[in-house]
């Protein structure tokens, strides 16, 4: 019963955030900015021996030059509604699991189906931006993982269940002792095409961390199937795969097997980030584009009003960024030069998008918060329709260009 009550009022505290919109914005960034340059110099030879260690392999890789888009072709419908600040979703087959930030209860549909209960992570405490947040899956044979990040009394963790007719199985841990705090506490996770697990840390409120190669707050993380540190990583026997992030919440990888990450910037920018082994995003030294050769620039940025980037997916050609802050779905596509353009869907239409991801049937799919004062949640699907390069920068266009491109590769 205690449990319950702690988590009914961190509920309540959740609400004010998202009734105020803050998400944690606001933190007086001149402070943190003039105590991380000394620390930034400190660390110089550190950074430097991650950043050669892995970006100079790639750093001639271009950032990818689709020779088609696909850009929404329709009015979305909504497919589910009544869910509970949802937060992540996996397909298993023709179903699709939706995690619920708030409860830890776990709901799956089918298309035309109406929402049942699968099982509720335990030990889910919901609190600021933390709760029950990422969900990744991961088949063997005939058995089916479902893998959940989640936030506990004392921190965030990494767990898996089996699903196994149409029910959660026993709790077993991947990674236990994750940072976490009443707000920055990432939660993505996703598997990567080379069958490793990737998740996004935030930097728990405490921006120094993002810089500390040591701790794993505000930083990438790649990690074996069960937890364990893979022998090709970055920098040997550490989970880091890059660092210099605040809050990421979105991982995708794009046809050439190159990941990409969006970051949840404070009060100025908003990232879209080509992610390398070993990199450095330059958080909290620099938020946006900087031009520092030390780290690493976004590809593209925007205002922290029109985005507040959660999920990010990639399809045929086109990156999709759900934005909160923003209430906005995002697409950004990659042109022949490498110059990004992106364009903004349904502003204000439907309330805080969370997380945007392919649906069973071939529909872009994404998750709302509903709008403030309204927490029903919901998952709306659109149709894509293929557009040839050239006609990709048209409809951005003719769709309303945002944010910055912030790198000329
Ligand atoms: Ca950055």
């Known amino acids: 019963m205690e449990s319950r009550d702690f988590d009914r009022r961190a509920s309540a505290g959740h609400m004010r955030d998202e009734v105020l919109g803050t998400d944690g914005r606001g933190v007086a960034i001149a402070v943190v900015r003039a105590s991380m340059i000394a620390l930034a110099f400190t660390m110089l030879g550190s950074i430097s021996l991650l950043i050669s260690s892995g970006v100079h392999a790639q750093s001639s890789r271009s950032v990818g030059s689709p020779t088609s888009c696909v850009m929404p072709a329709a009015t979305p419908i909504e497919i589910a509604s009544g869910l509970n600040i949802p937060w992540s979703a996996v397909r298993v087959g023709s179903e699709v699991l939706v995690s619920q930030r708030g409860t830890g209860e776990i709901v799956a549909f089918r298309l035309g189906e109406t929402l049942r209960s699968v099982g509720t992570v335990p030990d889910v405490v919901a609190r600021g931006d933390g709760g029950m947040l990422g969900l990744a899956v991961l088949t063997e044979g005939t058995n089916v993982w479902l893998y959940a990040y989640h936030s506990t ?111 949840f910037g404070d009060d100025g920018w908003d990232e879209l980030n080509r992610v390398e082994p070993g990199g450095n995003y330059g958080w909290p030294v620099i938020e946006g584009r900087g031009g520092n050769p030390a780290y690493i620039d976004p590809v593209m940025q925007w205002h922290t009003q029109e985005m507040g980037p959660s999920g990010l997916a990639y399809v045929d050609g086109t990156f999709f960024v759900a934005g909160l802050t923003g209430q906005r779905l995002w697409s950004v596509t990659i ?64 769709g309303g260009r945002g944010g910055v491109p912030a790198t000329v590769p």
Request: aromatic fraction near 6%; include cysteine; proline fraction near 7%.
């Open 335 to 398: 042109d022949a030069a490498g110059n990004p353009e992106a364009t903004a869907h349904y502003a204000g239409e439907f309330g805080r998008v969370r997380h945007v991801f392919e649906g069973s049937d071939g529909n872009l799919w994404f998750l709302t918060n509903g709008r403030r004062g309204d927490p029903g949640g919901q998952v709306l699907s659109v149709p894509l329709g293929s557009l040839a390069a050239p006609e990709c920068s048209r409809a951005s266009a003719a």
């Open 153 to 263: 009394i004392s921190g965030n963790r990494i767990v898996r269940m089996a699903y196994s007719e149409g029910a959660l199985g026993e709790v077993q841990p991947v990674l236990d002792g994750l940072p976490g705090g009443r707000g920055h506490n990432g939660g993505r996770i996703e598997f990567g095409p080379d069958g490793m697990l990737y998740a996004t840390v935030g930097e728990t409120r405490n921006p120094n961390l993002s810089q500390d190669p040591n701790s794993l707050a505000g930083k990438i993380l790649r990690m074996t199937p069960t937890g364990g540190v893979p022998t090709d990583n970055p920098v040997r026997g550490s989970l880091v795969y890059s660092l210099g992030h605040r809050n990421s919440q979105g991982l995708a990888w794009d046809d050439r097997g190159q990941l990409w990450a969006t970051d």
